[in-house]
């Protein structure tokens, strides 16, 4: 049941979700280049995949900030890159949506997952903005979402709140903590594994799931 009502609030809040000159959607679009032709609807069946690992609800929801460029961009899954959901290294697999040769890595999503992987599916991983922000002209370049785009999406996230009713909320980086501030929960900080915070973040989720 819970994985039914999860996919059923993903399809109708994300899936129909246009793109914009600076806002990118996996699940609806393509690269005419970069994406295979079914690109969508691996990225689609990838989410659902993972959705699927959770046999009862979640006690925790891990909220990002948005899509990457070389992880969900490509993958589906918040914090995943195509290369983990291609080696079987995680409880979830899934395939590559890309064109290029090998299968698309990132840093962040082997930094993420080297501590999330024991604690599947006792964590659900979320991004305040689902979809990929760029620069305008630059499809592969990495922006913050901005506030109207977080915003956009607080209605989504309310309602997995509400579904998942977790005891505990962790917020990976300011802009997702300040998103779940504005849906009137109090969250965890965990500072963002990128850009030197490797070691902070691997230390606050391992205080959070051991606790």
Avoid at 129 to 155: C, I, N, Q, T, Y
Avoid at 169 to 189: D, F, L, M, S
Wanted: hydrophobic residues 40%.
């Amino acid at each position: 049941m819970i994985q039914r009502n999860l996919w059923r609030l993903i399809e109708q809040h994300v899936f129909t979700f246009p793109s914009g000159d600076a806002l990118f959607n996996p699940y609806a679009a393509r690269h005419a280049e970069a994406d295979r032709p079914d690109a969508q609807q691996i990225r689609r069946t990838n989410l659902r995949k993972y959705v699927a690992s959770f046999p009862a609800p979640p006690g925790i929801l891990v909220v990002g900030e948005a899509s990457g460029p070389w992880g969900c961009r490509f993958s589906g899954v918040p914090f995943t890159s195509e290369r983990q959901l291609c080696s079987g290294e995680l409880p979830f697999a899934g395939r590559q949506s890309s064109t290029q040769a090998a299968p698309h890595h990132e840093r962040t999503a082997g930094i993420f997952w080297d501590v999330m992987a024991r604690y599947h599916p006792r964590g659900f991983i979320w991004n305040a903005v689902p979809l990929h922000p760029h620069m305008s002209g630059d499809p592969f370049s990495l922006r913050r979402p901005s506030l109207a785009e977080v915003k956009a999406f607080e209605g989504l996230l309310v309602s997995l709140i509400d579904l998942l009713a977790p005891s505990q909320i962790v917020a990976v980086g300011r802009i997702a903590e300040r998103a779940v501030q504005n849906t009137g929960r109090i969250p965890i900080y965990v500072r963002h594994p990128s850009h030197g915070g490797m070691a902070e973040f691997r230390r606050g989720m391992e205080e959070v799931f051991t606790e």
